[in-house]
């Protein structure tokens, strides 16, 4: 596929490699989505099956969008590359800005909470509603992005080459059945439900599936943040007493002057969603900031509650053959365990990614030819630092579902010499938070010297 226009984008030359592509989702992966491609297709079309948007009301298909959500400074950034100036934008919209660590106060059972310093690492704290509302402000100031409601996308179409060339789409009612030609199809659903039906519908297998079970459950309260609120700390996190206690909890300010409170619990612990029986859950934690820090306060509207069996990972990376014209993105590959905070941040990098590889085969005669597995083999590095980072205090649960890792007592102590390393250690504990917050990858625990401190504290304990 030859070039079509040039074009100047963001100051610098980029040239258009095709006419349109389509966006399945206007979630944050989607979103983030639109924004890589629009720099390279003369349209770019998000579908949404949802109605009518609020900037403050969860989509009826978000079904975690009344829970807390988290953006870390990797997952900030990439959206700040792909929309630039989007930290302004979310602090207008009335984002709570956050130092990280020292704004944080995270509390384990038993010891002092993590040492509350500041590495220079900024983020915020927001609703759901309000990051993706903002994105589709940045996204719709483009002129060549357009986001469609109520388009629910039922099928893929491939043409005589295999290639993934149209949608069809349909009103929620199923009154309208539109086919839409793209030159490029995002599958940014969650579920990725398309790009497994389009596998199946022409002969080809599936990806081999990572399923982790952890029989999560988590209730969400929204309360107004009391004149007398701490000041020593804007975000809290308890975690949990293991294996004594499945029960952690998070509460950080969104816009509004309020707080959102998410206690999480897995089994037969489930958080409850009437606030009284809420407030005696809390007391199970295994400190008792929270508790005292809301104990006083009413429930501004109802509370919520989400329910997930496992994290799944869909294996794409390695299929030996993937059609063109199709790439599954966020969700659609990997979910992540809700609790870490993950998901937008990973999804955000892909996007960034897939913008990167965009403007790589700008200049070739078939740019499109071979991106999706391309992709595919590069998104594999960028989920394996969360997905073990998560799947190693998951399988710490006796009954977690999912083949263990063979060395996972030595990943759990190593884990656990590295925290109490890093509360003695600011340049330890900066570097653990780089990590997490996906600036650096997980090999940097590699560094030699480092595993040399490591395992002397995991044999002194």
């Not at 903002?134 to 986001?147: E, F, K, S």
């Not at 959102?260 to 009284?276: N, Q």
């Not at 199709?326 to 590959?333: K, M, N, S, T």
């Not at 403007?359 to 997905?387: N, Y």
Request: with cysteine.
């Amino acid at each position: 596929m030859a070039q079509v226009e040039a074009r100047q984008n963001g100051g610098t030359s980029a040239a258009f490699i095709g006419r349109h592509a389509i966006v399945v989702g206007a979630g944050v992966a989607g979103l983030a989505a639109a924004g890589a491609l629009s720099a390279y297709f003369e349209r770019v079309t998000v579908l949404e099956r949802d109605g009518a948007f609020s900037g403050t009301v969860p989509r009826s298909g978000a079904s975690q969008g009344w829970h807390a959500h988290g953006l870390l400074v990797g997952g900030q950034l990439a959206l700040s590359e792909l929309y630039p100036g989007i930290g302004q934008d979310f602090l207008a919209a009335g984002a709570v800005p956050m130092r990280v660590n020292q704004d944080l106060r995270e509390e384990y059972p038993g010891r002092d909470p993590v040492p509350q310093r500041d590495f220079g690492l900024h983020g915020y704290t927001m609703t759901r509603p309000l990051i993706e509302s903002t994105l589709r402000r940045r996204a719709l100031q483009r002129g060549n992005i357009v986001i469609c409601q109520n388009s629910a996308v039922r099928q893929l179409e491939v043409d005589r080459n295999g290639r993934v060339s149209a949608v069809y789409r349909t009103t929620m009612d199923g009154d309208t059945v539109e086919k839409l030609s793209a030159d490029l199809v995002v599958d940014a659903s969650g579920r990725g439900q398309l790009t497994l039906d389009l596998l199946q519908s022409i002969g080809h297998p599936q990806p081999r599936e990572t399923k982790i079970g952890i029989d999560l459950c988590y209730s969400t309260a929204i309360v107004a943040m009391p004149e007398n609120a701490p000041n020593d700390w804007k975000l809290v996190l308890t975690q949990p007493d293991i294996p004594h206690s499945y029960r952690r909890a998070v509460m950080l300010p969104i816009e509004g002057g309020r707080w959102m409170l998410t206690v999480a619990g897995r089994g037969c612990e489930r958080p409850p969603v009437e606030w009284d029986a809420l407030l005696k859950f809390l007391q199970g934690l295994s400190t008792p900031t929270i508790y005292n820090a809301v104990r006083r306060s009413e429930p501004i509207g109802r509370l919520a509650r989400f329910l997930l069996p496992e994290n799944v990972w869909r294996h794409f990376e390695g299929l030996d053959t993937m059609p063109d014209g199709v790439i599954p993105i966020g969700d659609a590959i990997c979910r992540f365990n809700p609790v870490y905070g993950q998901g937008m941040s990973v999804a955000a990098k892909e996007a960034v990614l897939l913008h990167h590889l965009l403007g790589a085969r700008a200049s070739q005669s078939d740019p499109l030819c071979g991106l999706g597995r391309e992709f595919l083999a590069e998104t594999r590095l960028l989920i394996e630092t969360p997905w073990s980072m998560a799947a190693v205090p998951d399988f710490a649960y006796p009954d977690t579902r999912g083949d263990r890792p063979a060395d996972l007592e030595r990943s759990l102590q190593f884990a656990a010499a590295l925290s109490r390393l890093a509360v003695r250690d600011a340049s330890v504990q900066r570097l653990a938070i780089e990590v997490w917050h996906m600036l650096k990858p997980r090999s940097a625990y590699r560094d030699p010297e480092l595993i040399r401190r490591v395992e002397a504290e995991m044999a002194a304990a």
